[in-house]
């Protein structure tokens, strides 16, 4: 098929991807299509990391970061060494040609990195990410998002909440890649800590990090760091019902359901709200400065 100014081979478009729903691969590239406007901003110049379902969601899947080296000229690439001494060298999606091939090559999935290849140790966003314990936790999860909303902006920092699209949801406050890894974790537990003392309640909202001890939503603060990857804006999730991470504004949150958002919804949601994202990467705040807020030194 013609992309732009490329032509991109889409094998076994007719392949069922989501038997449940009826939906082949060729409806996860054409999706990815429609919504390309609205994903790239969160994809592009950032290490991409595929979750490959060659046979659909129904099917095993595979990790690989290493990008195939027969990649076609559209999709870059970009050499990443990591602290144990192994390198590899990751595909960097950065227009709609590329998003449609990693799409064929079963990536239903878009997971990247906090940080973008210019400056690969400082990530450009915080992230706190709700994660439900147990069964009927969404209404907590709901509840929590709010504070996570209050705590930041009492800190200058904007924030933007999508749904995971798995049981979650993920809440991105974006800031200046001034600050290296570790201090954004540990500015992102401070801020996890924050809202769970306003919340006192560790039925509802906790910090816990041994997963045998956890009884309320994690407020996971552990996802800021190096090599850390999360499904991105728009991306679709593995479920049977093809749910999709969806951009929510802050007056849907107190009563949205993730089940609302799927490959089949998302384009009339979209012609509805428009991108509640819009426009997010535009001049982010430092957290330097910040960090005194929450009792905590400085960076150096």
């Not at 001494?85 to 999935?109: K, Q, R, Y």
């Not at 990247?112 to 210019?118: D, L």
Request: charged share 25%; with cysteine; net charge negative.
């Amino acid at each position: 098929m013609r992309v732009g100014r490329y032509d991109v081979a889409i094998s076994n478009p007719d392949k069922l991807f989501f038997p449940e729903r009826g939906l082949t691969k060729g409806d996860v590239v054409g999706y990815y299509l429609g919504v390309a406007e609205l994903a790239l901003p969160h994809l592009r110049r950032r290490p991409f990391h595929m979750k490959r379902f060659p046979n659909g969601v129904a099917d095993e899947f595979f990790h690989q970061k290493r990008v195939p080296k027969n990649h076609p000229e559209y999709v870059d690439e970009v050499f990443v060494q990591f602290p144990s001494g192994h390198s590899t060298v990751f595909a960097i999606v950065d227009n709609a040609a590329a998003l449609a091939w990693v799409a064929n090559l079963g990536c239903i999935e878009l997971h990247t990195w906090h940080s973008r290849v210019e400056r690969l140790e400082q990530p450009d966003y915080l992230l706190i990410d709700l994660d439900p314990t147990s069964d009927g936790q969404w209404p907590f999860v709901r509840e929590i998002a709010l504070v996570v909303r209050d705590v930041l902006g009492e800190l200058g920092l904007r924030s933007y909440p999508k749904t995971s699209g798995a049981t979650g949801l993920h809440i991105l406050a974006p800031i200046k890649p001034d600050t290296l890894f570790p201090d954004v974790r540990r500015f992102a537990k401070a801020v996890a800590e924050e809202v769970e003392r306003r919340i006192d309640d560790q039925r509802v909202a906790t910090t816990t990090w041994r997963v045998a001890d956890r009884v309320g939503v994690f407020v996971d603060f552990g996802q800021n760091a190096r090599d850390r990857t999360i499904a991105s804006a728009y991306s679709i999730r593995p479920t049977p019902d093809a749910r999709v991470s969806a951009p929510l504004l802050w007056d849907e949150v107190a009563d949205v359901e993730p089940e609302a958002f799927t490959v089949e919804t998302m384009s009339a949601r979209i012609d509805s709200v428009g991108d509640p994202m819009h426009g997010m990467w535009r001049n982010p705040p430092s957290l330097r400065g910040r960090f005194a807020k929450l009792d905590l030194d400085q960076p150096a």
